[in-house]
């Protein structure tokens, strides 16, 4: 029994050697293997796709496609100081889109909602305009004054107290005039109600109404200081559709600017927000053989909303008519 026993613990001694060296070896081999090589992975359940999209994220497709916007149009215009009330992204929509095999037709181009909203207003504005140059439907003569023709027109009705319209003539070529007044950081020279713009959407159509031809087509929210603040009056604030248009058969250049229905830009605190019916310029060229010189002609259709007493209407709106000559007289200066 003695010597079985021993035998036993023999073989079992051997047994856990054996087992020990084997142990040793699979441990070494282990050690070995992850030092040099990694382990297989098991194969993942994803397509490969799905494994990209984990390792980088997919860079999503931009909202708006075509080309590449111009500078003016790259993003959210603001002049002035900067507000927390106004405070946003400008969205930007591109129509006139080249093709691989010129331009492309506007039937082609896409149309986002606001510009649509924006032309349908743009195209209430022009027939306002065009009876205001012609001096139709109630407008009298108010005063000339410094080489402008002031006039007025108290009986429009729709809440508007008084429209006003200046003309007169600045001895300077049409483009000098252009560029002067299509530049928002010249404006407060000769506009000193106005506070700041800032643009909420841009496009550019492809679109002629009645021989002219949309160049700028905006959406924006304007600034302007009280009028008469002593007398308790409110700032005011408007949300506008506004173009820049221009006439090939004659060369004259047009702005024009009318209330858009947005809901989405919130009234700034301490403002009011006026209806803008029809503010516009508009340049004529010299005639052929004339000396160099451009007519501008200044017009205010507005309803201010709240309360505007009329003595300030009285006197703000001929004012406003006498922005041919500040502008005549700073580019006459220069």
């Known amino acids: 029994l003695a010597l079985g026993v021993m035998y036993t613990h023999t073989v079992l001694a051997l047994v856990c050697c054996v087992l020990g060296i084997m142990a040793g070896a699979m441990t070494g081999d ?44 790259a993003a959210a215009e603001a002049t002035g100081q900067p507000s927390s009330e106004s405070s946003g992204s400008a969205q930007l929509f591109h129509s006139r889109e080249p093709s691989p095999h010129g331009s492309q037709p506007p039937s082609a181009a896409a149309c986002h909602p606001l510009q649509e909203a924006a032309l349908a207003t743009i195209r209430e504005a022009m027939p306002i305009l065009d009876s205001a140059l012609a001096l139709a439907d109630g407008w009298r003569k108010h005063s000339e004054r410094d080489g402008v023709s002031v006039w007025v027109n108290s009986d429009m009705g729709d809440n508007i107290p008084m429209a006003s319209l200046g003309t007169g003539e600045i001895q300077r070529e049409l483009q000098t005039v252009l560029e002067f007044m299509s530049n928002d950081e010249r404006r407060p020279a000769y506009d000193k109600s106005w506070q700041r713009t800032q ?12 021989g002219w031809r949309i160049d700028r087509l905006r959406v924006e929210q304007c600034w302007f200081k009280s ?42 605190s301490g403002y009011v927000r006026m209806r803008v019916v029809c503010g516009a310029w508009e340049l004529q060229p010299a005639r052929a053989g004339e000396a160099k010189h451009t007519t501008m002609t200044y017009l205010n259709v507005i309803d201010p909303a709240g ?23 700073i580019l006459h200066s220069e």
């Open 227 to 268: 009028p008469a603040p002593m007398l308790g009056v409110a700032h005011r604030e408007s949300v506008v559709a506004s173009a820049q248009l221009s006439h090939a058969a004659t060369g004259a250049q047009r702005a024009i600017q009318r209330s858009i229905d947005m809901p989405s830009a919130p009234v700034s």
């Open 30 to 73: 282990v050690q070995k293997r992850s030092a040099t090589e990694p382990w297989p992975q098991p194969p993942s359940s994803r397509r490969p796709s799905e494994d990209s999209a984990m390792a980088e994220p997919a860079i999503p497709e931009p909202a708006i496609s075509g080309a590449m916007p111009r500078p003016e149009y």
């Open 307 to 329: 309360r505007l007493p009329r003595t300030v209407v009285n006197t703000t709106m001929p004012d406003r008519a006498m922005t041919v000559a500040r502008v005549r007289n």
């Open 199 to 210: 643009v909420m959407h841009a496009s550019l159509p492809e679109v002629d109404l009645d």
